[in-house]
């Protein structure tokens, strides 16, 4: 059986290559934004799980992998920043506090229509930042605007934390490796 990853996200594909097992990547046909009074929780669940199902006609015999995160502050939603101005404002947002990262798995068996989810909660705190440490960082950091957020933990954006809380350092990045193992595993793909 093939392993398709649901994503054009070179951090989600990184990851999934850590388990040295072949698969290919491909995007999603999936349009990401929240529905009206769904939580970030079920958006998360929700886009992932969409990710994985849009690529079944193409891939008729595949598990396929699809993931989404989203933040949470104050009840308010961050995705990716839409460009440099929405990232500066998102980690003035987030500057001193703590915000929680879901990230969604969902594994989809296009062979029998079988679905596996979860979703991974990170609490993320961000030192408190001034204006010039914000600009400077998304300077050095490029791909921050492709990090829901804007803030890249593995990069540069780990100066920015002050703490992580998490049963998964792999979801902050972007997919729940631990949980992604269990799963392939109970459809007889096994990584050890």
């Known amino acids: 059986m093939q392993l398709v990853l649901a994503s054009t996200s070179p951090f989600r594909r990184e990851i999934v290559a850590r388990l040295g097992i072949p698969f290919t990547a491909c995007a999603p046909h999936c349009d990401e934004t929240p529905l009206p009074g769904e939580t970030a929780l079920d958006t998360a669940r929700r886009l992932a799980r969409i990710k994985a199902q849009s690529l079944a006609a193409s891939h008729p015999d595949a598990l396929i992998v699809g993931s989404d995160q989203v933040a949470l502050l104050d009840g308010r939603q961050l995705g990716k920043p839409s460009d440099h101005a929405h990232a500066v404002e998102m980690l003035r947002f987030m500057s001193g506090r703590t915000t929680l ?6 594994v989809y068996n296009s062979a029998n229509g079988e679905l596996q989810e979860m979703v991974d909660i990170t609490r993320v705190t961000l030192r408190p ?13 490029p791909d ?3 990090c829901a957020g804007a803030a890249k933990s593995e990069g540069l954006g ?4 002050e703490r992580i809380e998490s049963s998964d350092p792999n979801a902050l990045i972007g997919l729940p490796l ?3 193992v269990d799963m392939l595993a109970r459809q007889g793909m096994g990584v050890l």
């Open 101 to 106: 990262f879901h990230t969604a798995l969902a």
């Open 178 to 180: 631990f949980a992604l």
């Open 158 to 161: 780990g100066a920015l934390i």
């Open 129 to 141: 930042l001034d204006e010039e440490q914000i600009l400077r960082y998304l300077a050095r950091e």
């Open 144 to 146: 921050a605007l492709l």
